[in-house]
């Protein structure tokens, strides 16, 4: 089943839905004009279509494996990522200054999309180093700069986050790792990190680690982290790569899929490190690659959406099972009911899904662009959505491509399997996605619900408008707004932030209903009649109405939950 | 983490939920005295627990295996299928003329939970054997019973059953296997037969299958389909095993779960067959078998989904991480109010689901006994939603168990994943989910939907008694099971079958929520001011609204569906 890249559905989203031209507009983002856009869209589709998309099925059936030390990767995974690599697509929005392209992080976002679909496991290779640069663009010294990004934006050296120790997970505070001034300048650390990703392999001259760790005289918790660049083999002045550094692959994790892409176990002792930003101010740093890279997890959730969707699609197209009921059908069992409504829903989903990243996008580059604090706190209201719901959408539409598949769904050597076992990790990695919820309605309502009023305003506004030519599609959306509006009301007026967590995922995916239904509407009224018109009607009077539910559940509050003891859930 | 059987649910469930006192009271089930229910529960629960779930891992790590044409099952299945067939947990209902215990169903339905939570993968091996039996009971010749039935219900010899061809899934009628009429009185069938679940294996002295295939004379379709016993080794006059049949194992299938469980290409070459039931009566014969295993699959979700719930709740219980905002809390991840939302929903959807079960296996007992039509419809009614929601339940719950262990969830060692690949298959297989609802809203419906009203009018009597005690819980139960009825009213009304199918999966869903309603609010009246009412609080606070959403899109008819074309879908 060949991954086709959509194009199209890119070019759609930016022009109706999430407004790039309001981007490109800005100075900042000159060079984002409709050619390039174009040109990047196609040739990166291309590369993901012809070279990628085929080493999907070897990184199952080969995984990664450690030998006497060494990652040896999936076959074909050198190739693919050579093309990526000198398509320019690892960094497509880093600083021209030292070989980026400067293009808008809505950029970056449809090509991370494709080659999500094409081969999720190769993927998030290059969504690490984009993660590093952004870091090391904002924080680092101007020598490191010089030094690092060159090569990791041509995509000659790889980049890794390593938070995660085995007391340390979404408490990065707890971690134990140490590092020790030498007299040069430079660090040694030493320490234990689990969980990470692309932590060696063999299609890159060099391993550049992002290291959290600790000074002898840090502060307990966050406050005493720190944050150096361990490079697996120390660079030379000019840039080359020079002898060996003090970090080990001790071993790899079998995992229930993602097997293409290898989840190490990294051991530093007195590993050289050079430090990233002030001593103890790692978590600022950290939190940089962590944010960029939130999004970019969302979107690996669509971009999985996608090629399963694709999968399934062509699948049931072709496939010939039982008496139709309609006439003039297809023969195929996509005229059977409940597997149109499988497809359908599978569509909808992604499309939504991928409006809220690409919106989320557009606020970051909007953001960057004015530096006005609306937009700061658009994007940072959407950077949680994007992610939970972007792999809620990954998992919740593989799943739905295996049962279009019956039996077959089952059998690994269809394919389609693999992108759930491949996509179920992005809802946990990068803060997972009970933490999504909990930054929603915690760190992100701390303006009182400034930022979500906002978008709820633009949105009812907008269903007014609409009202007048497609009332039965604009009226829900409209009275799906008010109700998030009511329960973020609700939400912010409790003091005690559990009453806010007990219903914090429901009430994610909540807020991810009313802008599906919103995005759906752009849609339909960017297209009356055509195709769009009739997915957004199929979304918004079966898919929409969930949000009841969920919301209700957003304003349960904690204390029913708080009465289920530990003894309860045991008994 | 050790599974624990739960006993005591069983009791708490048969007592004050689904009245199993009222089979008991059947002449039919009279040695279903309390006593014999404590001994099943107590030593069936501990076969589970001391020598079935310890191979639960050993299926996946070590799959069964296809040497020199024999499969070779993974290593202790041989141990454990031994323990199962010596305590008679094969065939606990089967007729007591035969070896059987003569129990009711609803017993079956809690050993088959119990089993499937220990090792799903080998407890597909005797209920498949469960479906023959009854296929036996009701459609073979006195000889045949006599021959076969020992055999099985011992377990010495096990069952399976053979209809899938690679044209022929959900659409049984394009079956193209052939049988031919021997001289003797037997058959010759030849034909290639797929998905065969434990279709060979080295667990028992002979592998007996029930084949569909056509007579030379046969009608297209399924009216022309006979029902035929295959046996692996015909057997010799006394019942041992003779010469092997001309039946070959051409291949395993490579599956995403179930790794225990040989899943068989079978090559029928003029293998001797004898004719079960009449000819061309085949299809019959087959939903017997058919029918009991619908209820046996949703009783694997509710299994599986116990087992994944013991072994999230263990971990979250063991793990600490993070500061936690409640007083006097445990100090582990529990304490986290998206932890224990997630743990509370396992729990209070696997006892939604549980009850769903029993209360059909109930259904079946009495109608067994009774004869009534009243409880044949019940039952018919309820088998749908059992096996849709039972697996679907299975699946979510196996989902969120990977959740709770964050990172953990995704490593294969922790065991997490594994209930959730192995559970999947149980929305396929026995008829795929979608089928189930099809099933609900046209067959199930055919009555003008009266067994729905006549299980709505319950509900909402005893809400109505319980509205005094527990108004806030009372309530809600009886609007659900309102707007349920108004949805029956809305299907049974709509001539055009489509109409029905394009919401039938939601629809079953929305019946299932309202059902857990029902069941929840049973159990917080016989146990009030306990954990149990809080649990119930918690579901029809925060679960139970689901089905607004659910019945809405039920509701939504077929044409904005099929407004959506191929072409649309292709877009």
Redesign the interface.
């Known amino acids: 089943m060949p991954y086709r890249a959509p194009v199209n559905e890119f070019r759609f989203i930016f022009d109706h839905v999430v407004d790039l031209a309001s981007v490109a507009a800005e100075e900042r983002f000159a060079e984002a004009t409709p050619e390039t856009v174009e040109a990047v869209l196609v040739e990166a589709g291309r590369v993901c279509e012809e070279v990628v998309a085929p080493t999907l099925r070897n990184g199952d059936t080969s995984p990664a494996r450690l030998e006497n030390g060494v990652v040896r990767t999936s076959p074909g995974f050198d190739t693919a990522y050579g093309a990526i690599a000198e398509g320019g697509w690892v960094a497509v929005s880093a600083d021209p200054e030292h070989g980026g392209m400067g293009l808008p992080v809505a950029m970056t976002t449809a090509v991370n999309d494709m080659l999500s679909s094409a081969n999720l496991a190769l993927q998030l290779c290059p969504l690490l180093t984009q993660g590093q640069i952004e870091a090391l663009e904002h924080h680092a010294s101007d020598e490191m700069r010089a030094l690092y990004l060159p090569k990791l934006i041509s995509g000659e050296w790889t980049g890794t986050m390593n938070l ?1 120790e085995p ?1 340390a ?3 990065v505070g ?1 971690l134990r790792s140490k590092a020790e001034a030498d007299e040069d300048g430079t660090y040694r650390i030493s320490g234990q990190k ?2 990470i990703s692309w932590g060696d392999h063999d299609l890159a001259e060099n391993v550049c680690h992002l290291v959290l760790a600790r000074l002898p005289d840090a502060a307990p918790g966050t406050k005493g982290i720190s944050l150096f660049m361990v490079p697996k083999y120390v660079p030379t002045e000019d840039g080359g790569v020079g002898p060996a550094n003090g970090v080990r692959t001790v071993s790899l ?6 097997h293409g892409s290898p989840t190490a176990v990294l051991e530093f002792d007195e590993a050289k490190g050079w430090l990233v930003g002030p001593e103890h101010g790692g978590m600022k740093a950290m939190f940089t690659m962590m944010n960029n890279a939130r999004l970019g997890v969302g979107v690996q959730g669509v971009g999985v959406a996608e090629g399963a969707y694709q999968h399934a ?1 062509a699948y049931a ?1 072709d496939r ?4 139709s ?2 006439e003039n059908g ?1 023969g195929s069992i ?1 005229d ?9 829903t599978m ?1 909808a989903e992604t499309f939504a899904a991928r409006a809220i990243t690409l919106a989320c996008a557009v606020a970051i580059d909007r953001s960057t662009a004015s530096g006005t604090a609306e937009w700061q706190a658009r994007a940072a209201l959407l950077t949680p959505i994007a992610k939970a719901f972007g792999t809620d959408t990954g ?1 919740a539409v593989a ?1 739905l491509g ?2 279009v598949h ?2 077959m ?5 269809t394919g389609a ?1 693999q992108y ?2 491949d996509v ?2 992005t ?3 990068e803060g ?3 933490i999504q ?2 930054d929603l309605v915690a760190r992100k309502m701390a303006d009182g619900g400034e930022a979500a009023f906002a978008l709820l305003d633009e949105i009812e506004a907008f269903a007014e408008t609409a009202r007048e030519s497609m009332p039965d599609l604009a009226a829900p959306v409209w009275d799906a707004a008010e109700t998030l509006r009511e329960t973020v009301e609700w939400l912010v007026a409790q003091g005690d ?2 009453a806010r ?6 009430f994610l995916r909540g807020f991810a209903r009313v802008l599906g239904g919103y995005y759906h509407l752009r849609a339909a009224m960017a297209e009356p009649g055509g ?1 769009r018109e ?2 957004a ?2 979304y918004i ?3 929409l ?5 969920l919301l ?2 957003a304003r ?1 509050g ?1 204390e ?12």
Chains 1, 2 share one sequence.
């Open positions: 995660t007391q997970g979404s408490d707890a689990i969980y994790e079998h995992k229930m899929g993602l699609l197209m010939k099972q039982g008496k009921l309609v297809t996509v059977h009911a409940d597997v149109r409504r499988m497809l359908a569509k998992i799943d295996i049962q019956g039996g769904g089952f059998v690994e050597e399997a759930l076992r179920r990790v809802a946990i990695y997972t996605n009970g919820a909990m932030l559990n967590f007990a219903g914090s995922a429901p195709a009739r997915l009607r199929f009077a079966r898919i109405p969930e949000h009841e539910g209700a559940h349960a904690a029913d939950l708080y009465a289920l003891t530990p003894d309860d859930l045991a008994a």
